[in-house]
T-cell receptor, first 112, second 116 residues
């Protein structure tokens, strides 16, 4: 049973463009919504995260938009760069931040 | 920032042998560590939650006798894959919580296991 679904599975964006990745979840107990970035052969690293009491959070070129009623949140990467090419995972958390459910992943390729 | 290391980074072993993977929090004490498995081009699947000084909590479908976890100190958790078989070949990643109640997990660089 897949509780967390990401779309698209893969994404190709030109340098300078906007990358948008969506995450849909079912479990209403999730209360912390992070995005992780993973480069090949490496562990994931936290990119940005949001709590359900706000609808948007921006950190540099990265923005999370959160829609609680739709049970969705998205990652926007502005001015995408080739160095952003990686796999991105949403990983909503619940239960006192002990239980993490990773999304299916989105492979982003930013072409020059 | 919080740094988590894993050792070894990659290991090749023969079928039937056991392999130990270490996960260390380098600049903080981690009461809770997690172990994940990731197959090629797939997502991370949580295997178990490891708490210092107590038995690990395994996810459904993960054999606790096959994947032995020991969290002996606040900076070290180990995963031992016993009697490894080719289907155990995967990328194993650990993570640690900075402190109790902290929501951010800090991930290690992963260990690539290849069982021949």
């Amino acid at each position: 049973q897949q509780q967390v679904k990401q779309s698209p599975q893969s994404l190709i964006v030109q340098k300078g463009g906007i990358s948008i990745i969506n995450c849909a979840y079912e479990n209403t107990a999730f209360d912390y919504f992070p995005w992780y970035q993973q480069f090949p052969g490496k562990g994931p690293a936290l990119l940005i995260a949001i709590r359900p009491d706000v609808s948007e959070k921006k950190e540099g070129r990265f923005t999370i938009s959160f829609n609680k009623s739709a049970k969705q949140f998205s990652l926007h990467i502005m001015d995408s760069q080739p160095g952003d090419s990686a796999t991105y995972f949403c990983a909503p958390t619940s239960g006192g931040y002990q239980k993490v459910t990773f999304g299916t992943g989105t492979k982003l390729q930013v072409i020059p | 920032g919080a740094v988590v290391s894993q050792h070894p980074s990659r290991v090749i072993c023969k079928s039937g042998t056991s392999v130990k993977i270490e996960c260390r929090s380098l600049d903080f004490q981690a009461t809770t560590m997690f172990w994940y498995r990731q197959f090629p081009k797939q997502s991370l699947m949580l295997m178990a939650t490891s708490n210092e000084g107590s038995k690990a909590t395994y996810e459904q479908g993960v054999e606790k006798d096959k994947f032995l976890i020991n969290h002996a100190s606040l900076t070290l958790s180990t995963l031992t894959v016993t009697s490894a078989h080719p289907e155990d070949s995967s990328f194993y990643i650990c993570s640690a919580l900075l402190s109790a109640g902290q929501e951010t997990q800090y991930f290690g660089p992963g260990t690539r296991l290849l069982v021949l």
